[in-house]
Structures are given as structure tokens and as C-alpha cells.
């Protein structure tokens, strides 16, 4: 990699934002089970430091998705690749998501969901970048707002690589 990664976000604030949205979380579904799907792969850390951390009943299962076959620009159609092994019908689901970026794929995924007929359907993701949103995506529970920089750690990735950064880092090119 021809650049240098800064921390963005440190580890103590990353755990400290995961703890209050994980609290809020329980709180919303006081005396109720969540069916906590994480979505793959770089939700999967997220996701797991989540729902730790989350007081009431969880399921824990996992989706993965794309909209770009081998293009890469997205189709408009989402694609899953790993499908859920839990039935999701008449469920509290928390779709939990590493980074929210152009919102096309997770849009095309909340579709998707939706019509399974959940209880309820949530959205919380770990970062958003409203500055590259495409397609309006609502969420429930935001970790934080970041500017338009590509990001390591935490499950985010560079060619696979840095993910299991424990802090948020920025990745400057030279």
C-alpha cells in the first residue's frame, strides 16, 4: 500500500459509542428478542462488539450482498450471497452494517428484508457517509457521521487488509 493510515476515530471512542447504542438498543426492545443480522464481511467485527454488549434475547445470524456483479458499477439488483439460516418473519430485525456509503446495496437489502415480513426492521450502522449517499437509506442507530475519506479498521477494509484494526483509521494515498 503506497500511503499511511491515521487514526480517525480512536478505540475508546469506537467502544464507548458501541456501548450507549447497544444500551439504546436493549432499551427499545425491552422484554423483547432481536433477531441481529449482521451483514458480511465487514460487519461481522461490528456486529459481534454490538451484540455483546446488547441486554435482551438475541438471535445472531449473518446476509451478504453485492449489486455489482463483476462491474464495478451496481446493477440495481441485490444479490445474496449468503443468505439468512434464520426465518425472519415476524422478528425484531436489527440489520447491523459496518458503513453506510452510496446506500444502493443496503437500500436494495432493507427491500429485501422488508419483505419477509419482520415485526420490525431497524437499521444501525457503525459509520455514515451522508456526503456519498445515492439512494436514501433511513437508519435507527448511527455510531458516527464521517466525511468522505476511505476508512480501515473495525472490519473495514483495504484489499482485505487492516480490518482488524481496533480503532477507525483514515487511509492517506501519497
Excluded at 443480522?37 to 454488549?53: N, S
Excluded at 427491500?111 to 436514501?136: F, G, H, I, M, W
Excluded at 464521517?146 to 479498521?153: A, D, L, Q, S, T
Aim: proline fraction near 3%.
Amino acid at each position: 500500500m503506497d500511503g499511511q493510515i491515521h487514526v480517525m476515530i480512536p478505540e475508546e471512542e469506537v467502544n464507548a459509542r458501541i456501548a450507549e447504542m447497544a444500551a439504546q438498543i436493549s432499551a427499545d426492545f425491552q422484554g423483547e428478542e432481536i433477531l441481529a443480522v449482521g451483514i458480511l464481511r465487514g460487519g461481522a467485527y461490528f456486529c459481534t462488539e454490538l451484540t455483546k454488549r446488547i441486554t435482551v434475547p438475541v438471535i445472531l445470524d449473518f446476509i451478504e450482498a453485492s449489486s455489482y456483479g463483476d462491474g464495478t458499477c451496481s446493477s440495481g439488483q441485490v444479490k445474496i450471497t449468503k443468505d439468512l439460516d434464520e426465518d425472519a418473519s415476524g422478528k425484531n430485525v436489527v440489520v447491523i452494517e459496518d458503513i453506510i456509503d452510496t446506500g444502493r446495496t443496503l437500500s436494495l437489502l432493507m427491500e429485501n428484508l422488508k419483505s419477509r415480513n419482520p415485526k420490525c426492521l431497524k437499521l444501525c450502522t457503525l459509520l455514515d457517509k451522508p456526503q456519498r449517499r445515492v439512494v436514501e437509506v433511513h437508519v435507527d442507530y448511527n455510531g458516527f457521521q464521517i466525511p468522505n475519506k476511505f476508512v480501515v479498521g473495525y472490519g473495514m477494509d483495504y484489499a482485505q487488509r487492516y480490518r482488524n484494526l481496533p480503532y477507525i483509521g483514515v487511509v492517506e494515498f501519497e
